[in-house]
Structures are given as C-alpha cells and as structure tokens.
C-alpha cells in the first residue's frame, strides 16, 4: 500500500464535504491543467476525434477537447461525494429520467435485464443512481486495480447502495449469466477495447474496432432485454436517462449484433461528444496488417 493511495483517499473523503460549486470549479481548473500538462493522454483524445469526426473543423475538436479533460476532472472529484457524502445528499444531486416503463420494471421487476452503460464519464454516478432505486441484485464486472488499498475503495464505493455484485473480468461468464437467470440486473460496459481475445472487429465511427460482442452473448445466454442508460454531468449533479429497451436485440448474429450496439453509441455520443471517455485508447488494437493510429 502507497502512502499516496492512503492520502489521495483521506482527500476524497474530505472532498465529500465540499460544495459542488466549488468542487466542480477546481475540476475545471484541474482539468485545464491536465490538459495542458499531461501530453500523451491528449494525443490521444485529440487523435480519437480526428478519426471519428473528420467532418468538425480542428477549432471545434480542440474545444471538445479541452471540455472532456475537464469533465475527466470532475467526475473523479465527484466520486468523492458519490462514495462517500450522506446518502441524502447523493439523493439529491442524481436524477434519474427517461422510460418510465423501464424505470419502474428495473426497480420493482423480476424479468433479467442488462442496462447497457457506455462509458460517459458519469457512469459512476448512474450506477449508484440506479442501485439506490432498486433492491434487485445487480451485478458489475470491474477490472482489479494494481494497488490493493484503491481497489478496495473502489469496490467499496460501488457496493455502497443497493444489493450490488462485484466480478472481476477472470471469474467468467457463469456467475454472470446465472445472476441474469435469477431476475437479476447487470451493469455492463461493453465498449472499450480490451485486446484482440475474444472480440469482433465492428465498425465505429466507420473504423474498424475491436469490441467484445458480451451485450448480445449476455442478453442471448440471460434471456435478457437491454436497456440503454446514458449519463450526463450536469451543474447540479448528473441527470441518468433510462432508455426504452430495444426492442430487436439480440439476434442470432452476434456480429451484426455488436455493430448495432456501435451504432446506437454513436448517436448517444453525438448528443454530448465532450462526456464521452476519448481517454481511452479506443483504436489500440487493429485488424491484421492495419498501422497503429497511436
């Protein structure tokens, strides 16, 4: 355990305590920075962009830019008061809207369901919204932190409310599934790119990205229906739409499958492209013979 972890979770805990206005002005500030300072990182948002949006002048990608370190900033300042504020003030800055059909039948149903999260950066915040609205067993796959001491804040943090499940990715699908087959939800974060092991090659913004095709295995194997949930900072806290389920999902092609989940994200992204995780190095593994684009 690093005396560093030990502090940075002793000033998160204080963060808790702060208003939001000033929190969220110092993840501004702080996110400034970042972009400014931490180079390789926005190389690769800023190379993210260019690839999916080709047709946005280079002015308009360097604003979104800059506004997704910002959002970076204060959304892991807010995980702050998310694991660690009074219940009651957590109540009070998440919102839950959309569907209220879905809505109702992920707290008081009993039918499997996946709700599928992409990666918005307040995806944190959607999963405790969601878990402080339902007693239904949830079910999330995380990937285990280096150091010990921030893995276990992290879990801890989202197991906070409701009757939440954490796997990690190398326990398998079984515990998945059979957590689906007992009426249960799974929170599931699928658009990432986790190498070439398991994945399909799928279009997104009209590129070629490895994707794990787990929504449409899942839904198939857990006799599940999908329910898109998009998460959106706001000034007051964030605002988690519930989408209706789809309704022509999951097919018997897993690839076809996996494309129109691309797609469906892309138009989720395009409503606000400065929340969405550019971050990641969503092209990093490429298909046979194809250059790096990092």
Not at 245 to 254: E, I, L
Not at 264 to 290: C, N
């Amino acid at each position: 355990m690093s005396v560093g972890s030990r502090l940075g979770i002793v000033f998160m805990r204080a963060m808790a305590h702060v208003p939001l206005r000033v929190s969220r002005g110092f993840g501004m500030v702080l996110g400034r920075l970042l972009h400014t300072v931490a180079v390789p990182r926005r190389y690769v948002v800023d190379t993210n962009l260019a690839l999916c949006f080709p047709e946005k002048s280079a002015a308009e990608r360097r604003r979104i830019a800059r506004e997704t370190f910002v959002f970076v900033a204060q959304s892991w300042l807010d995980r702050s008061w998310l694991w660690h504020a009074p219940e009651s003030v957590v109540r009070q800055r998440l919102r839950v809207v959309g569907a209220p059909l879905e809505i109702e039948e992920m707290a008081h149903g009993s039918a499997p369901m996946i709700l599928f999260a992409p990666h918005f950066y307040g995806l944190d915040a959607a999963a405790t919204a969601l878990t402080m609205h339902t007693a239904r067993p949830s079910t999330t796959i995380y990937t285990t932190q280096r150091d010990p001491l921030i893995d276990d804040w992290i879990r801890e943090g989202r197991q906070r409310f409701g009757n939440v499940i954490t796997l990690n990715r190398s326990e398998g699908i079984k515990p998945i599934v059979a957590g689906l087959r007992k009426g249960g939800l799974l929170y599931l974060l699928p658009d990432m790119d986790f190498g070439r092991d398991q994945t399909v090659f799928v279009p997104f913004y009209g590129i070629q990205a490895s994707t794990i095709p787990s929504l449409s295995r899942f839904a198939r194997l857990g006799k599940a229906k999908v329910v898109p949930i998009v998460s959106r900072l706001t000034p007051t806290g964030y605002d988690i739409e519930v989408l209706p389920a789809w309704q022509d999902f999951p097919s018997d092609d897993v690839v076809a499958d996996t494309a129109l989940m691309n797609q469906r994200l892309q138009g989720y992204i395009d409503a606000m492209p400065s929340q969405y995780y550019w971050v990641h190095r969503r092209f990093k593994t490429r298909p046979e013979g194809e250059q790096p684009v990092y």
